[in-house]
């Protein structure tokens, strides 16, 4: 209890200037502020090292492709959305439009270049994604797709979607599918949180070219759920 509040004030009060300096970084070009915003994400990182024991470590670094892709992982916690932009290269996530409208959370997270979207929106939601999505490849970014569409508690899996396999084989990108175990540290919606060790893994790309969204989208869930259960 004790390590998990001195954490969350130590992350409110690294969040708050980051988030004041987001509106003062949009005239700069998108990658440029994405590494200066990814200085929060090194920051909550070591805090959750130091105050809080959480390590983490990552295997199958060689699987990364040297071109762009669309990354499609598993979604348990907070964390993966922080220490993710630590691992791979400058990444744009697709999330929900209204956490951009979060007092200094989400204004930091605007500098991000998200794909923001209605979820609600069914097929337009769906049109957002591939239109955005390859704005965000052309401009240098990886797009980050969390499949499930939200946070699944650790040891649960959620409905896959199909919207980035969609993306990647629009864009004739490959998809790389990555499982791991935040959760079973860093709940979702937990304030206590667990010391120990979170793996991440990183699985070889996946093809799209000639291939249907739902053919990727079912090899990339037998993957990522095959992956889970050795974590487990």
């Known amino acids: 209890m004790l390590r998990s509040l001195l954490f969350f004030l130590y992350q409110t009060l690294l969040t708050l200037p980051f988030g004041a300096l987001g509106w003062l970084m949009l005239p700069l070009p998108r990658l440029a502020r994405y590494r200066v915003i990814t200085l929060w994400a090194r920051g909550v990182v070591w805090g959750a090292r130091v105050i809080l024991g959480i390590r983490h470590r990552v295997i199958g670094l060689e699987n990364l492709p040297s071109g762009a892709a669309v990354v ?86 959620g409905n896959y979607q199909i919207g980035g396999p969609f993306l990647a084989a629009k864009a004739g990108v490959p998809v790389v599918p990555v499982a791991h175990n935040a959760g079973r540290l860093w709940p979702k919606n937990a304030f206590i949180k667990r010391p120990g060790e979170i793996t991440v893994v990183i699985g070889p790309p996946i093809p799209t070219a000639g291939r249907k969204a739902g053919e990727v989208l079912a090899e990339t869930q037998a993957w990522i759920e095959a992956t889970m259960r050795t974590l487990e």
């Open 72 to 157: 499609l992982s598993k979604h348990q916690s907070a964390w993966e959305t922080i220490a993710f932009q630590l691992i791979f290269p400058p990444i744009s996530f697709v999330l929900k439009k209204s956490l951009l409208w979060l007092p200094f959370f989400g204004w930091g997270l605007a500098v991000f270049s998200p794909i923001a979207i209605n979820r609600t929106a069914g097929r337009e939601a769906l049109k957002q994604v591939e239109t955005l999505g390859r704005e965000r490849l052309a401009q240098g970014f990886w797009v980050l797709v969390f499949p499930e569409g939200t946070r699944i508690p650790h040891g649960e899996t």
